[in-house]
């Protein structure tokens, strides 16, 4: 079971959202990762205005980043009984964009050294014209490191997550009000 006071991100986390925040402004990746994960409190007020559901409390969420127009990305406690390196990791947009970006923390590691963030994979179908990945070798090392059993291309570990979880899009959309 995961804690809802647990806030504070796993080492691995820590270490990779470290090496992003170096990395902002300078690779086209529009994701800024926060230090520390949001509060209960702070989770619960965004999910029920994303949803217009006052009804809701954000506990099946971990917000730890966001892109530059507000859209989060989170871990989704879906998985009970498991551990939040176990659990999908979710973009959920400004303008209703939703997705699974990766299966689990070590594929999102992956994503992440290919040179996509969370919003690039959720938006994979409609990139910037004018933007390219670029792989971190600093974000592939920690990935090496910590999920060397996850290790796949971008595309490949997006590709994974969507099938794994198909009707993310409904389940949340079912949320709102």
Do not use: K
């Amino acid at each position: 079971m995961i804690s809802n006071e647990d806030r504070q991100f796993p080492a691995v986390l820590a270490a990779a959202m470290a090496v992003r925040l170096d990395c902002i402004g300078e690779d086209g990746v529009d994701f800024e990762p926060y230090e520390s994960f949001l509060t209960a409190e702070e989770t619960t007020d965004w999910l029920r205005a994303w949803t217009g559901n006052s009804d809701l409390t954000g506990d099946d969420f971990r917000v730890f980043g966001q892109d530059g127009t507000g859209g989060y990305a989170a871990f989704w406690l879906i998985r009970p009984g498991r551990d939040l390196a176990e659990q999908p990791v979710v973009f959920m947009g400004s303008e209703g964009e939703t997705g699974v970006v990766a299966r689990d923390l070590g594929a999102f590691l992956w994503l992440l050294a290919d040179g996509f963030g969370p919003w690039e994979a959720a938006a994979l179908y409609e990139p910037e014209s004018d933007w390219a990945p670029q792989v971190n070798e600093d974000l592939a090392a920690i990935a090496e490191q910590h999920a060397p059993d996850r290790r796949a291309s971008a595309p490949v570990i997006i590709a994974e997550a969507t099938q794994e979880f198909p009707d993310f899009d409904d389940i949340i959309m079912g949320l709102c009000r």
